[in-house]
């Protein structure tokens, strides 16, 4: 079993920030990228950014330059810090991992519960 604990949502007002954590923990032989997505009312998910186990990143459009993914190998954890919070930010934020289970095993997408978070404009 595999499991995603996401922490750090929550209601934050226009210009703030806020730091999202997600933590893998189980049967874990290697973890892969890790990343975050949202999902707004009526929209579709959508990524924000993600990470590979070298630490290179990606960030949508929407998010750069007022975000950093970073991540804690030994912990299996990924952060998602927004600065300069939008009320657009507004969403479900999801963690998900692509882990391997074990040396044979192959990759698979696991996915955290989902946090939410609230921006007021």
């Known amino acids: 079993q595999v499991q995603l604990v996401e922490s750090g949502g929550g209601y934050v007002q226009t210009g703030g920030s806020l730091r999202l954590s997600c933590a893998a923990s189980g049967s874990i032989w290697f973890v892969n990228t890790m990343g975050w997505y949202r999902q707004a009312p009526g929209k579709q998910r959508e990524l924000v950014a993600r990470?590979?186990?070298?630490?290179?990143?990606y960030y949508a459009d929407s998010v750069k330059g007022r975000s950093t993914i970073s991540r804690d190998n030994a912990k299996n954890t990924v952060y998602l810090q927004i600065a300069s919070l939008k009320p657009e930010d507004t969403a479900v934020y999801y963690c998900?991992?692509?882990?391997?289970?074990?040396?044979?095993?192959?990759?698979?997408?696991?996915w955290g519960q989902g946090t939410q978070v609230t921006v007021s404009s």
């Open positions: 998900y991992a692509n882990i391997r289970r074990s040396i044979l095993g192959v990759f698979n997408d696991y």
């Open positions: 990470i590979d186990s070298g630490g290179s990143t």
